[in-house]
């Protein structure tokens, strides 16, 4: 069974701090992963995406994998009370032509103001 | 216009009831997905297909049957509803996995079903 297991949190953070998410995957056949922001009562929207060892910044987000480990995290620099979510990571799996994303079960974020 | 949309936005119906939801995607997507949402977030994948093709069938009971008529729709009907199907139901779309490895999913704004 392939997973990825994130803390359910919730994390709480100040205004201004940096939020540090994090989630493990099981499959090492993975080669993308994906961070999600969701909402409640909404549909899940693309944060990050990352597909090689290292970071990769997008504005106040920074997304970091190492395969080696198995692990990704995302980093929320200056959180905002607006970034208060659910964080769904993902990573695909499965053979070619049977491919789908894994989805762990989120970190709830709150941003105290 | 809305990329992915699924219909209706909201069920409430009694155990033992049939129902169904639609779903429909503008992105000229190959391959879509029903993904169920329970009560704790969890996302799992349910079924994929791609170009009206059965890809995916999760451990899901028969129950549920999906139905793709053309690579833009993949609908989904529940038999003999259980209280346990009470979940939000989500439906994806994604463009081609290539040498990239992308698999972006682009989400419906689900469709929360209540069974009573």
């Known amino acids: 069974q392939k997973e990825v297991e994130q803390n359910s949190g919730p994390l709480s953070v100040p205004e201004g701090a940096i939020a540090s998410l994090n989630c493990t995957y099981s499959?090492?056949?993975?080669?993308?992963f994906f961070w999600y922001r969701q909402y409640s009562g909404k549909s899940p929207e693309l944060i990050m995406s990352i597909y090689s060892n290292g970071d990769k910044e997008d504005g106040r987000f920074t997304a970091q994998l190492n395969k080696a480990s198995q692990y990704v995290s995302l980093l929320i620099r200056d959180s905002q009370p607006s970034d208060s979510a659910t964080y769904l990571c993902a990573a695909s799996s499965g053979d070619t032509g049977r491919r789908a994303l894994t989805f762990g079960s989120g970190t709830r974020l709150q941003v105290q103001p | 216009d809305t990329a992915v949309s699924q219909t209706p936005k909201y069920l409430v119906t009694q155990m033992g009831n049939d129902k169904s939801i639609k779903c429909e995607q503008n992105?000229?997507?190959?391959?879509m997905y029903w993904y169920k949402q329970d009560s704790k977030k969890f996302l799992k994948i349910m079924f994929s297909y791609n170009n009206k093709e059965l890809i995916i069938n999760e451990t899901v009971p028969n129950r549920f049957s999906p139905k793709s008529p053309d690579k833009a729709h993949l609908n989904l009907h529940i038999n003999s509803l259980e209280l346990g199907d009470s979940a939000v139901y989500f439906c994806a779309s994604s463009p081609p996995w290539g040498r990239s490895n992308t698999g972006e999913l682009f989400f419906g704004e689900g469709s929360r079903l209540t069974v009573l």
């Open positions: 992105l000229g997507h190959d391959t």
């Open positions: 499959d090492r056949g993975s080669q993308s």
